[in-house]
């Protein structure tokens, strides 16, 4: 343990047990939190120069020494030189940086500071900016899937909508390609509040759970870290973890449609389907098959969802055993939730370029409409137009996909001549094939071309007003 790794010791009699010390380390989960406690220090000084707690020179010198820090975090002696000692975390190992590189000055950076406070404040800029990120990160995936909506719109490409993973109804491809980008779209839209509310509270400046007894600046503390205002009441601004908790939620939300995404490739990817295929750059083979063209990466942004989910969960959940104020479990609750941001980064960044790879099979997606009589909805709402009550309706177009079926055919002009007859309509016209199917819909936010078109046109405007947010 080099000299100063400890931030107490005064009351103790010998040194505690090195095993401990490090079963109780987060110091290297700490590493990425390196840069948003720097800034966290550097607000600190401005509280105790704001406040005169300590003079402007004294300040300074504090200044210059959190540069170096900073230098030396940037180009990797950093770490290496705290691995030598043995810290709870990266707020300790910085703080006796600062001490070793100037002893004077040093002894004044933790003045009236607690890690309470300052691991508080940290999380939260870290929260506020990974929550930056992940805006993003949905909008550029997002972004991709209209993109390719478009232009699956203009070649008016159709596949079986399923419900039940049975056919069900014909869409436009673009209409599926719409579905997937929504749910990054209302992802991007909880980040930015996310951002806002992490920005919100500034905990420096509450000490250990009651405030300082030093008349600390906090105001300018919190205008050079851009929080609206300073925290309202000390214990709960040590003890809560609300911004990176939900930071943590939003970015496992937001890998629940990638997961989702992934989920159907899986499927359409195999030949049994065959309405994508992999493309080279993401596929993987088998070490035994020579044949084979796998999905890993979908399979792997499916389950490491589930990892994801279950970290950001634990989170919660840990820290809704504890009592007000700051117990140590906020520390393991601090790494499940950096578990779930920094992998669930990976599991987007993975997902959008594996998708791009993707190449659609939309004449096989055409074929497939033929299968399973999507069209017997429409059929069953050419008659409800005819004035036939819903579930004669139902009953009537049931009993023709029975006949057809034993017959071994698809949906005919005869069935509806045949229905037609049924209800003494002179006519009855229905679309039979999945391209009409689609033109006759007639609902807001249907599968019809002009819906899509309108869709896509509100998505794109809703995109680009979250990306200038970014
Ligand atoms: N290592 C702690 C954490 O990351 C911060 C220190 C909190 N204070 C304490 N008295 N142990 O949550």
């Given at each position: 343990?080099?000299?100063?790794?400890?931030?107490?010791?005064?009351?103790?009699r010998?040194?505690?047990?090195?095993?401990?010390?490090?079963?109780?380390?987060?110091f290297?989960?700490?590493?990425?939190?390196?840069?948003?406690?720097?800034?966290?220090?550097?607000?600190?000084?401005?509280?105790?120069?704001?406040?005169?707690?300590?003079?402007?020179?004294?300040?300074?010198?504090?200044?210059?020494?959190?540069?170096?820090?900073?230098?030396?975090?940037?180009?990797?002696?950093?770490?290496?030189?705290?691995?030598?000692?043995?810290?709870?975390?990266?707020?300790?190992?910085?703080?006796?940086?600062?001490?070793?590189?100037?002893?004077?000055?040093?002894?004044?950076?933790?003045?009236?500071?607690?890690?309470?406070?300052?691991?508080?404040?940290?999380?939260?800029?870290?929260?506020?900016?990974r929550?930056?990120?992940?805006?993003?990160?949905?909008?550029?995936?997002?972004?991709?899937?209209?993109?390719?909506?478009?232009?699956?719109?203009?070649?008016?490409?159709?596949?079986?909508?399923?419900?039940?993973?049975?056919?069900?109804?014909?869409?436009?491809?673009?209409?599926?390609?719409?579905?997937?980008?929504?749910?990054?779209?209302?992802?991007?839209?909880?980040?930015?509040?996310?951002?806002k509310d992490?920005?919100?509270?500034?905990?420096?400046?509450?000490?250990?759970?009651?405030?300082?007894?030093?008349?600390?600046?906090?105001?300018?503390?919190?205008?050079?870290l851009?929080?609206?205002r300073?925290?309202?009441?000390?214990?709960?601004?040590?003890?809560?973890?609300?911004?990176?908790?939900?930071?943590?939620?939003?970015?496992?939300?937001?890998?629940?449609?990638?997961?989702?995404?992934?989920?159907?490739?899986?499927?359409?990817?195999?030949?049994?389907?065959?309405?994508?295929?992999?493309?080279?750059?993401?596929?993987?083979?088998?070490?035994?098959?020579?044949?084979?063209?796998?999905?890993?990466?979908?399979?792997?942004?499916?389950?490491?969802?589930?990892?994801?989910?279950?970290?950001?969960?634990t989170?919660?959940?840990?820290?809704?055993?504890?009592?007000?104020?700051?117990?140590?479990?906020?520390?393991?609750?601090?790494?499940?939730?950096i578990?779930?941001?920094?992998?669930?980064?990976?599991?987007?960044?993975?997902?959008?370029?594996?998708?791009?790879?993707?190449?659609?099979?939309?004449?096989?997606?055409?074929?497939?409409?033929?299968?399973?009589?999507?069209?017997?909805?429409?059929?069953?709402?050419?008659?409800i137009?005819?004035?036939?009550?819903?579930?004669?309706?139902?009953?009537?177009?049931?009993?023709?996909?029975?006949?057809?079926?034993?017959?071994?055919?698809?949906?005919?002009?005869?069935?509806?001549?045949?229905?037609?007859?049924?209800?003494?309509?002179?006519?009855?016209?229905?679309?039979?094939?999945?391209?009409?199917?689609?033109?006759?819909?007639?609902?807001?936010?249907?599968?019809?071309?002009?819906?899509?078109?309108?869709?896509?046109?509100?998505?794109?405007?809703?995109?680009?007003?979250?990306?200038?947010?970014?």
């Amino acid at each position: 343990m080099t000299e100063g790794s400890l931030q107490w010791g005064g009351r103790f009699r010998s040194a505690p047990d090195p095993a401990l010390l490090a079963f109780g380390s987060s110091f290297e989960d700490d590493l990425l939190l390196a840069r948003f406690d720097l800034e966290t220090s550097r607000a600190h000084v401005r509280a105790l120069t704001g406040g005169e707690v300590i003079a402007q020179d004294t300040g300074a010198k504090l200044e210059r020494a959190l540069d170096r820090v900073a230098a030396e975090i940037d180009d990797g002696s950093f770490a290496i030189w705290a691995r030598k000692g043995s810290f709870e975390d990266i707020h300790g190992a910085i703080d006796a940086r600062v001490r070793e590189l100037d002893e004077e000055a040093g002894g004044w950076l933790h003045a009236g500071r607690s890690r309470n406070d300052q691991v508080a404040t940290t999380l939260s800029l870290y929260a506020a900016a990974r929550a930056r990120d992940g805006l993003a990160r949905v909008t550029t995936i997002a972004a991709a899937l209209v993109t390719r909506a478009r232009s699956a719109l203009a070649e008016g490409s159709v596949l079986a909508g399923t419900t039940h993973g049975q056919p069900a109804q014909s869409i436009l491809l673009a209409f599926w390609l719409q579905a997937a980008a929504e749910p990054f779209v209302r992802g991007a839209r909880r980040f930015a509040s996310v951002e806002k509310d992490a920005m919100e509270a500034m905990p420096l400046g509450s000490g250990a759970l009651a405030g300082s007894c030093l008349p600390l600046d906090r105001l300018a503390a919190a205008r050079y870290l851009g929080f609206a205002r300073p925290s309202r009441n000390a214990l709960d601004a040590v003890g809560t973890r609300d911004a990176l908790f939900s930071c943590a939620d939003a970015w496992a939300t937001a890998c629940v449609p990638a997961a989702r995404i992934a989920a159907e490739i899986v499927l359409w990817s195999s030949p049994l389907v065959g309405y994508v295929r992999i493309g080279d750059a993401s596929a993987s083979g088998s070490s035994l098959m020579p044949q084979k063209r796998n999905p890993d990466i979908f399979e792997l942004v499916r389950a490491g969802t589930q990892r994801v989910l279950a970290d950001a969960k634990t989170a919660w959940s840990a820290s809704a055993a504890v009592g007000l104020s700051y117990h140590r479990d906020l520390q393991e609750c601090k790494q499940s939730a950096i578990s779930a941001i920094e992998r669930a980064d990976g599991i987007l960044a993975a997902f959008g370029r594996a998708f791009a790879d993707l190449e659609f099979d939309v004449a096989q997606m055409e074929r497939r409409t033929t299968l399973g009589y999507t069209p017997a909805t429409d059929l069953a709402d050419a008659l409800i137009l005819k004035g036939v009550d819903a579930r004669r309706a139902h009953r009537l177009v049931g009993a023709r996909v029975a006949l057809a079926e034993e017959q071994g055919r698809p949906f005919e002009t005869s069935d509806l001549r045949a229905l037609g007859a049924q209800i003494g309509a002179e006519t009855l016209e229905a679309p039979l094939d999945a391209r009409s199917g689609v033109r006759a819909k007639a609902t807001i936010g249907s599968t019809s071309p002009e819906s899509v078109a309108d869709a896509l046109d509100e998505l794109e405007k809703e995109l680009s007003v979250l990306a200038g947010a970014v």
